[in-house]
């Protein structure tokens, strides 16, 4: 019942990172119609109550964003891609963070190969989505060995090193640079949540990897 109960934790965390991934994507039409029904608040809110600690996810009225999608892709693009100085405010790439961004993306493609992964063409080892759905295929992972018994302390520890190598060192920066830009209700409680997420995951992995 515990090796049922611990798997249901970790596909739960794992499947908060996929949709915080997807979140943070560049918004396609369906997803804004998700954010606009509250489809998508439900979704996050449904994954917090599987998770093995406390996380919430504030007011309701705070994950609606605007009906007007073209306003919503405006603001994700002023924040995230191009401002209005031509760089993007708030980079979602954890190397703009670093003081070499090479050697950033380079430890990162590291990690992914160990784990047989490659990243798909087009999109660059360092963005927060790439990142995010790496820890998805993680805890999806950790979640298969509880089930099955097997080596679950060694997904466990690479997401530990992950969040404290990667995640949680830019992300804080990166929440700071776009709550400074005053952003629209539904990306200003995204970031924070994620803020929160994470700090969250780096108790609770090294409380397992503790024995606790």
Same mark, same amino acid.
């Given at each position: ?24 994507a ?47 892709q ?12 031509g ?18 993306? !380079?430890?990162? @493609? *590291?990690?992914?190969?160990? $784990?047989?992964? &490659?990243?798909?063409? +087009?999109?660059? =080892? ?26 679950? !302390?060694?997904? @466990? *520890?690479?997401?530990?090193? $992950?969040?404290? &190598?990667?995640?949680? +060192?830019?992300? =804080?920066?990166?929440v ?37």
């Open positions: 019942m515990k090796r049922a109960s611990e798997a249901a934790a970790a596909l739960s965390r794992s499947s908060l990172y996929a949709l915080l991934a997807r979140a943070l560049f918004p396609q039409p369906e997803f804004h119609q998700e954010t606009v029904s509250g489809q998508f608040r439900q979704r996050i809110a449904e994954g917090l109550e599987g998770l093995p600690y406390r996380l919430t996810m504030g007011p309701s009225r705070d994950w609606h964003a605007t009906s007007d999608y073209e306003a919503f405006s603001e994700y693009i002023r924040l995230f891609e191009v401002g209005p100085r760089h993007a405010l708030c980079p979602l790439y954890s190397g703009h963070y670093a003081s070499d961004r090479l050697h950033t993306m !380079e430890e990162l @493609v *590291r990690f992914y190969n160990y $784990f047989g992964l &490659r990243i798909t063409p +087009g999109l660059m =080892p360092d963005h927060v989505t790439v990142e995010l759905e790496f820890m998805h295929y993680l805890a999806h992972q950790e979640a298969q060995a509880r089930e099955t018994g097997g080596d679950k !302390e060694s997904y @466990v *520890r690479a997401q530990r090193d $992950f969040v404290e &190598r990667h995640l949680h +060192g830019w992300w =804080p920066l990166a700071a640079a776009t709550q400074g830009q005053r952003p629209q209700r539904f990306y200003r409680s995204l970031a924070a949540l994620l803020q929160r997420f994470l700090a969250a995951e780096r108790g609770h992995l090294a409380s397992v990897l503790r024995g606790g």
